[in-house]
């Protein structure tokens, strides 16, 4: 079947500290993926996304790269802000028959200052 | 109002209860998703709408009931819910599964936090 998997939180870290997120997925077809962020009584929203491989998403400072090889899609940013504190959430998508979007469980960031 | 909105924001209910979430969107979107967001799981896709037809019910229990009057609104109807179910209840929605383009980008709503005791 079709699973994201990604590092399990909380973290936390220092403004200005590098943030890497690690996330693998496994899927039947050929995947888009998405990383979602979803901020204190907030919904998700969308971050960033990536279509095909080797395609690079970013927003905000935060990138990530669409590994076919290894099947990962890691969520970077060089330095991040007490604002960035929210739980981020990688997660995949597959044309035709299924729209919906297969979640990894989400990681809690908490940058402070 | 702009995006996607959900009411109430916080709902306790009993198990014996009756009570309706509900979700409008203001973007034009054709398709309309709820999800369960419950601690420490993934988020769970409940039920997917296009053009007001269900496409995608995952296998919910019935004591949850959708309806989709139209595009722009959705509702949740609960009734005999279990302790089980309390999490927060998302709603999104995003274009045309049809015709796309492709990836849907969905829209979320902020979600009803739901307690059953």
């Known amino acids: 079947g079709n699973s994201v998997t990604q590092m399990e939180g909380p973290v936390t870290l220092s403004e200005e500290a590098f943030l890497t997120i690690n996330c693998t997925y496994t899927?039947?077809?050929?995947?888009?993926l998405f990383w979602y962020v979803q901020y204190p009584g907030e919904g998700l929203q969308l971050l960033l996304k990536a279509t095909k491989a080797d395609d690079k998403g970013s927003n905000k400072g935060f990138e990530a790269t669409y590994r076919k090889e290894t099947t990962s899609f890691h969520l970077e940013k060089g330095s991040v802000q007490v604002s960035d504190s929210a739980v981020y959430f990688c997660?995949?998508?597959?044309?035709?028959?299924?729209?919906?979007?297969?979640f990894g469980k989400g990681m809690k960031l908490t940058v402070n200052p | 109002e702009t995006g996607v909105t959900q009411t109430p924001r916080h709902l306790v209910m009993g198990m014996t209860n009756k009570k309706s979430l509900k979700c409008e969107q203001h973007?034009?979107?054709?398709?309309m998703y709820w999800y369960k967001q419950s601690a420490k799981k993934p988020l769970e896709l409940m039920f997917v709408?296009?053009?007001?037809?269900?496409?995608e019910n995952n296998s919910v229990p019935s004591r949850f009931s959708p309806e989709c009057p139209n595009s722009s609104h959705l509702f949740l109807h609960l009734h005999t819910l279990q302790p089980e179910d309390s999490a927060l209840y998302l709603c999104?929605?995003?274009?045309?599964?049809?015709?796309?383009?492709?990836?849907?980008?969905?829209?979320f709503g902020p979600g009803t936090r739901l307690t059953v005791t």
């Open positions: 999104a929605s995003s274009q045309d599964l049809r015709t796309g383009p492709y990836p849907y980008e969905q829209y």
């Open positions: 973007l034009g979107h054709n398709a």
């Open positions: 899927a039947t077809g050929y995947p888009s």
């Open positions: 997660a995949l998508s597959l044309q035709g028959g299924s729209e919906k979007l297969v």
């Open positions: 709408y296009n053009f007001k037809e269900q496409t």
